[in-house]
């Protein structure tokens, strides 16, 4: 069946630091491939999104490019604010599914 | 666009007992979905409506559990005779129908805590 694979947390960064979470996933057909995040007391809500291999989805300095070939979609962020402090899921649709598969999450804390 | 409202927020019940959950999706949304994320975890599928249909079911959604979508606006999800492995946090979200799941992204509600003593 489908799995997604994250990166264990907490990661902690300093502000301006240069942010990777790793993400693998297993899958049967062709999925798209999400990353949802959940700030503290907030629901979850979609940070950025890539639907075929090499595509670069990106959204608030935010970004992550879909590879096939290692089966990864790997999130970076150049420069770290106090304010992306938050929980960070890989998520994938399968070919034909509507459900979202999720990673177990990975908590960023920022230091100032 | 209110968002995804569930309620109640929290909900502490006796082993045994049954519990309903509400979920109002945002209005012009036709799909609903329920989740489970317990501690340290991502959410786990449950099941999903299309309007009033209920189109797919996951394993984990035992005898015990039913969801509702009657007039394909809120939804209930009842628990019955519940367990202490019943407590975790139930998410609703909601979406446009599109012509793949990737033009159309979740909205999350807050979630309904349920713990089971």
């Known amino acids: 069946g489908d799995s997604v694979t994250q990166m264990e947390g907490p990661v902690t960064l300093s502000e301006e630091a240069f942010l990777t979470i790793n993400c693998t996933y297993t899958a049967t057909g062709y999925p798209s491939l999400f990353w949802y995040v959940q700030y503290p007391g907030e629901g979850l809500q979609l940070l950025l999104k890539?639907?075929?291999?090499?595509d670069k989805g990106s959204n608030k300095g935010f970004e992550a490019t879909y590879r096939k070939e290692t089966t990864s979609f790997h999130l970076e962020k150049g420069s770290v604010q106090v304010s992306d402090s938050a929980v960070y899921f890989c998520?994938?649709?399968?070919?034909?599914?509507?459900?979202?598969?999720f990673g177990s999450g990975t908590r960023l804390q920022v230091q100032p | 666009d209110t968002g995804v409202s569930q309620n109640p927020r929290h909900k502490i019940t006796k082993r045994g007992q049954n519990v309903t959950f509400r979920c109002d999706p945002i209005?012009?949304?036709?799909?609903l979905y329920w989740y489970r994320q317990t501690l340290g975890q991502g959410p786990e599928f449950l099941t999903y409506f299309q309007n009033e249909a209920q189109l797919e079911k996951s394993r984990l959604l035992s005898d015990r559990f039913s969801a509702e979508r009657p007039k394909g606006s809120f939804s209930t999800l009842e628990i019955q005779r519940t367990e202490q492995g019943d407590s975790a946090m139930y998410l609703c979200?909601?979406?446009?129908?599109?012509?793949?799941?990737?033009?159309?992204?979740?909205?999350f509600g807050n979630g309904t805590r349920l713990t089971v003593t």
């Open positions: 979200a909601s979406s446009l129908t599109g012509v793949a799941s990737y033009n159309s992204p979740l909205h």
């Open positions: 209005s012009e949304h036709n799909r």
């Open positions: 890539a639907t075929k291999a090499d």
């Open positions: 998520a994938l649709t399968d070919t034909g599914r509507r459900a979202l598969t």
